[in-house]
């Protein structure tokens, strides 16, 4: 058996509405599923979510507020008053800024936009900020990306003579802020269409009913802060990004120009996940590590040496982003293991002086790809008495739900779901641990602390072609809510299996089903390797590709998982050193069996020191092996041993090591024939000397010296000769006995039978053993006059 990594979830497919889908759009099979399995059931909306017919963008004055937001903005621009923006440092805030200082700059507005710094203000709008606004004569402040919890904040606004415009698309809290317009799709009371937009959605829809029409070429930054900020990929959001991607592959933009050739990028090959692993991070940068202006200015710049030296300066900020991070996640790591084991915490809530604020939630990613937990991931300032932080969930554990139930310690904070950011007190730091842990206890499970892989479907390996794969691509954009798709292939054989890499710390496989083969790549998985015996039937997920090599384009497999149901034989007869074993075999749930004690002192301490001795049938019998890995070190006396061992019993694998000092196989076991010749030449010629006989006889007959002397000492055993002094004769008064009555025959007999069987057969008769043992399908005697 091999344990995949993660609790496999497979979509079932209604197989009537895929048929309809593929009848009615002539797709294939493999694509009318994974419409299906999205909720794009019927033809009009998989027409709809492939070829964008009929999707338009819905009229932006659908928002609550927009018309009292446009008026009052319109008016500004007419009076000539200053207007700030009020944005966020990641990059939906960024691109949300970018994308309303465009718009208004355009509509001839006196505007400049401000962000707050993440290290001495904290996420959202604050008092000072405001209150500095008002002193350098702003009247009017746009928020994008933030605000929705800025009751206080408001408030103060208000107080300040500020006109505040709020556009936010946060999780609102139970009271909402009173600023002139709120326009936010998830308010209560809003009738707006589609609830899931970025903050930049949310801004660019302003654009949209500031202008009057669509923006288009504000779709590219849009679809980079939508992308950024991992909101659903569906409705709207779908139709910002697949039109943004399009025109950022050919964008005049110079900032983003700029980044692209820095990081040697052509700009015609961009994708979701070009934006989602290079552009995003890069912009995100500055602001982790201190002010996220360069960001804006960047995408603002229309000067390309500036946009160049902004590109080099954020890409050395990324560097520093990396290498922080991976500084921070090492040292998180060693804390969670040395002070709050994940036995013990079913939310890990870690924080220490020095880390930087603005990687923290990357780090608390890290922590629940490693651990598997809720995170929540805090600097702390010890002369401030406060600690600021970020936190990454799991499926199951709501996070804006359970720390909306510590507001009382928790004086700033927002998020969704499944991330979140906050503020609080040192003070109150083992309180929300102790909260969260409490909740968490009663919300999860045991089986919710073991990751998730959700998979579109079982593909059987005939339906992934080229042609399938192509109409796959039509699914792109990819991201939340449309993943890329990943499938399971069940019980395919595999043909081919190998480590790649410098490291060899890749898989590279191919596997078959039905006359159809796929190759596959495990990047990282090459430790499987070890764990995968080459005769099993194998169950992969992962995504499915066009691989392009040499003018040859080819279906392949990133695997991500592998399963194997069955037990599995691993064959490692042939090791002579005995410390590969240890490394070749997993330690936990492992039994090294030996039958004979004294073989056990040739093994290297640690198996000598695990092995058990089975050296009766009872023992063998009553062992218990279900679930475990069993290594028979050294050859049983019987076959007999092996099948009371494994009858009825359930084990996970077999390694076959059958270690044995002396060989019997490759010494003849003389026939009843060579018995017959042989007792006849000793009554016609006898006595004889044997020493002075052997080699003639040897030469003669064409055996080996020491299968005469076997013989010899047969016949002296059941008393048909005698030896005396080398010479042998027969002995005229024995009784008639068969060969089988002496114990020297039966002993080689049994060791040649065992040996031949267990440890020179070939490793489809070894496994053919094993499973009628294991299985009890075929009978033990049958199986070996089929060997024989």
């Not at 040499?550 to 007869?573: E, T």
Request: with cysteine; hydrophobic share 40%.
């Amino acid at each position: 058996m091999l344990q995949s990594k993660t609790r496999w979830i497979v979509r079932k497919s209604d197989e009537e509405k895929q048929s309809l889908l593929v009848q009615q759009l002539n797709i294939t099979p493999l694509l009318a599923s994974l419409l299906v399995n999205r909720g794009i059931e019927s033809p009009e909306l998989a027409q709809s979510f492939l070829f964008d017919q009929n999707s338009e963008f819905h009229d932006p004055f659908l928002l609550a507020d927009m018309e009292i937001a446009v008026s009052r903005i319109k008016k500004a621009i007419d009076n000539e008053e200053p207007i700030l923006i009020f944005g966020d440092y990641d990059a939906d805030g960024v691109t949300s800024t970018t994308v309303m200082m465009k718009v208004l700059r355009e509509l001839g507005a006196n505007v400049e936009f401000y962000i707050p710094n993440r290290f001495t203000e904290g996420y959202g709008p604050n008092i000072p900020a405001f209150q500095y606004a008002a002193e350098i004569g702003i009247k009017l402040i746009i928020t994008v990306d933030t605000g929705i919890a800025a009751v206080k904040e408001a408030a103060a606004a208000a107080e300040f003579g500020l006109d505040l415009i709020i556009t936010d698309h946060h999780e609102p809290g139970a009271e909402l802020p009173k600023a002139l317009a709120i326009i936010h799709p998830k308010i209560e009371g809003s009738h707006y269409p589609f609830r899931e937009l970025a903050g930049v959605g949310v801004a660019f829809k302003l654009a949209h009913a500031l202008y009057g029409k669509l923006p288009e070429h504000l779709l590219e930054i849009a679809a980079i802060g939508t992308i950024a900020d991992l909101v659903s990929l569906k409705g709207e959001n779908r139709l910002i990004v697949k039109r943004g991607l399009n025109r950022l592959r050919s964008t005049n933009n110079v900032g983003l120009t700029a980044l692209l050739k820095q990081n040697k990028v052509d700009p015609g090959s961009v994708t979701e996940e070009t934006v989602g692993f290079l552009i995003a991070p890069r912009l995100n940068a500055a602001g982790r590590l201190d002010s996220a202006d360069p960001a804006v200015d960047l995408l603002l710049t229309e000067d390309i040496f500036e946009a160049e030296a902004i590109a080099e300066e954020i890409e050395q900020m990324n560097k520093e982003r990396q290498a922080l991070v991976s500084k921070i996640s090492e040292e998180a790591i060693r804390l969670v293991e040395e002070n709050y084991p994940i036995d013990e915490n079913a939310v890990l809530v870690i924080g220490e002086e020095g880390w930087n604020a603005g990687v923290v939630g990357i780090v608390a990613s890290k922590l629940v790809e490693r651990f598997y937990r809720p995170v929540i991931c805090l600097s702390f300032d010890r002369e401030k008495g406060i600690a600021k932080g970020s936190a990454r969930s799991i499926f199951g554990f709501d996070l804006f739900k359970n720390l909306s139930e510590c507001r009382d310690i928790l004086p700033h904070f927002g998020g969704h779901p499944m991330a979140a950011g906050m503020t609080l007190k040192l003070d109150h730091v083992d309180e929300l641990r102790k909260r969260l842990n409490l909740a968490a206890k009663e919300q999860l499970t045991d089986e919710d602390f073991i990751p998730v892989t959700t998979l579109d479907g079982t593909v059987n390996m005939s339906e992934i072609h080229l042609t399938a794969l192509e109409e796959m691509q039509m699914l792109a954009p990819f991201g939340m809510d449309n993943p890329k798709p990943k499938i399971l292939i069940k019980d395919a054989s595999i043909s081919n299996m190998r480590k790649i890499g410098s490291d060899q710390n890749h898989l590279k496989i191919t596997i078959e089903s039905e006359g159809s083969t796929l190759d596959g790549v495990g990047f990282g998985l090459g430790e499987l390797y070890e764990h995968i015996s080459p005769y099993s039937k194998i169950s992969v997920i992962g995504e499915l590709s066009i691989n392009e090599w040499n003018n040859i384009r080819k279906p392949q497999i990133f695997l991500q998982d592998a399963a194997i149901q069955d037990w599995q034989l691993f064959d490692i007869r042939g090791i002579k050193r005995f410390e590969q074993l240890i490394d070749l075999i997993p330690k936990e749930q492992s039994k090294w069996i030996v039958f004979n004690k004294e073989n056990a002192m040739k093994f290297p301490t640690y198996i000598n020191e695990n092995m058990i001795t089975v050296s009766s049938y009872d023992e063998a019998a009553a062992l218990n092996i279900n679930q475990e890995n069993v290594i028979l070190t050294d050859l049983p006396p019987s076959k007999d041993f092996l099948s009371k061992l494994f009858s009825g019993k359930n084990p996970s694998r077999v390694y076959a090591h059958f270690y044995k000092e002396e060989s019997a196989f490759f010494s003849t076991l003389p026939k009843r024939d060579h018995f017959k010749w042989f007792y006849a030449l000793i009554l016609k010629k006898g006595p004889f000397s044997l020493q002075e006989y052997r080699d003639n006889i040897a030469k003669h007959k064409g055996w080996s010296k020491e299968s005469i002397d076997f013989m010899s000492q047969v016949f002296l055993e059941l008393d048909f000769v005698k030896i005396n002094n080398g010479n042998i004769s027969v002995n005229t008064t024995s009784q008639k006995r068969d060969l089988t009555d002496s114990h020297i025959y039966e002993q080689r007999r049994k060791q040649y039978a065992i040996e031949s069987e267990l440890l020179y057969s070939t490793y489809q008769q070894l496994k053919s053993y094993f499973d009628s043992v294991i299985q009890g399908s075929v009978k033990i005697e049958e199986e070996v006059k089929e060997w024989t």
